[in-house]
């Protein structure tokens, strides 16, 4: 879906596929044209995990940016969001049943592309996408060169409540057969949105193309999420954190968090010990951003796309090999020692 401030980026088109239980779920795949694709062949393919209700067409400009690169791009429409199947007869219900179902689409998505898009693959993922990124990694797949990952949904903030009550009232309104009502506390009408009250960027013009294309196609929104939701977001971002099958130690992919500094969604604490523990992780904090990095003001996107090259140069190496500077960059705990031993041999 194009509008005049946001035109669809040239070289893609919207596909379909079928995900976990058989439901029909969107898709955006580009490959590079004009001056990009004179660098010649592309450098690989980066595929993009939206977070909690964003559409395929709120990232065509970040996509213009990785075609730009030389990069074929994938960005997908998670169940229960964009023109992706919902899981209610309500569309605006921000609905979810469990992880395994998102994990189960993303797979096949990727399956869907083994034959089709250049290697190595790339995941830019941003708040609920990046943390289902984070859960595809720790299951083991081992298609994925790099992760860039924007304020995963790891703990999310509740505000004058306690994480315990949240929980605590989530899991009985779940095990009492409310799954499918809604959260009173997130009331979320997006057509009532103004960027004073309701905008996670300090850029005014990204944000209103972005509430330009709502209007245009009203199909596209998610509002407030249900207590199935909530529970689903609560336990992918715990599952990992406590990471009690001491499945990260085997996840051997160069992984870049990126977190806002004045994230008003999501705690940055837990992110930043996580990326501590990744055995070739990257911690970043973007100083004054809000939650949304990739609608936000030039200088803030600029930091991200700064360490998106940097890891596109491990993952996705022009020519030669990667230099050690480069490389001690992602040296988690595990890569450091082991570097440090190799220089004492």
Request: include cysteine; hydrophobic fraction near 40%.
């Amino acid at each position: 879906m194009s509008i005049p401030e946001a035109m669809c980026p040239p070289g893609g088109a919207g596909e379909w596929y079928r995900g976990a239980g058989g439901l029909r779920l969107r898709l955006g795949y580009w490959v590079p044209t004009g001056g990009a694709a004179a660098q010649g062949e592309p450098r690989g393919t980066v595929f993009i995990s939206p977070g909690r209700g964003e559409p395929i067409e709120k990232y065509y400009e970040t996509v213009r940016d990785i075609l730009a690169r030389n990069f074929c791009v994938v960005v997908h429409d998670w169940r229960g969001q964009g023109l992706s199947a919902r899981l209610l007869p309500e569309r605006l219900k921000c609905h979810a049943r469990s992880a395994d179902e998102f994990l189960d689409d993303f797979q096949r998505l990727l399956d869907g592309f083994e034959d089709r898009a250049p290697k190595p693959w790339i995941v830019i993922g941003h708040s609920m996408g990046a943390a289902l990124n984070l859960a595809t990694l720790v299951k083991g797949d081992e298609r994925i060169a790099g992760a860039l990952l924007s304020n995963p949904m790891l703990r999310v903030k509740t505000g004058k409540h306690t994480l315990w009550s949240v929980t605590f009232q989530c899991d009985w309104k779940v095990n009492h057969g409310q799954t499918t009502e809604y959260v009173p506390d997130l009331f979320d009408d997006p057509f009532e949105h103004t960027f004073e009250n309701d905008a996670l960027t300090h850029d005014r013009r990204r944000y209103d193309i972005w509430q330009e294309q709502l209007f245009a196609c009203p199909h596209l929104a998610v509002g407030t999420p249900t207590w199935g939701w909530l529970s689903f977001c609560l336990k992918v971002g715990e599952a990992l954190i406590k990471d009690k099958q001491k499945l990260l130690k085997k996840v051997m992919t160069p992984i870049t968090v990126v977190c806002s500094g004045e994230d008003s969604i999501i705690m940055k604490a837990p992110s930043k010990a996580f990326a501590k523990r990744l055995t070739k992780g990257k911690y970043v904090e973007v100083a004054g951003s809000d939650h949304e990095i990739l609608i936000e003001i030039d200088d803030f996107r600029d930091q991200f796309f700064n360490e998106f090259d940097a890891l596109a140069d491990i993952a996705a190496p022009r020519d030669g090999p990667v230099s050690d500077e480069l490389e001690a960059e992602f040296d988690g705990p595990i890569t450091a020692r082991g570097r440090a031993q190799e220089a004492k041999r």
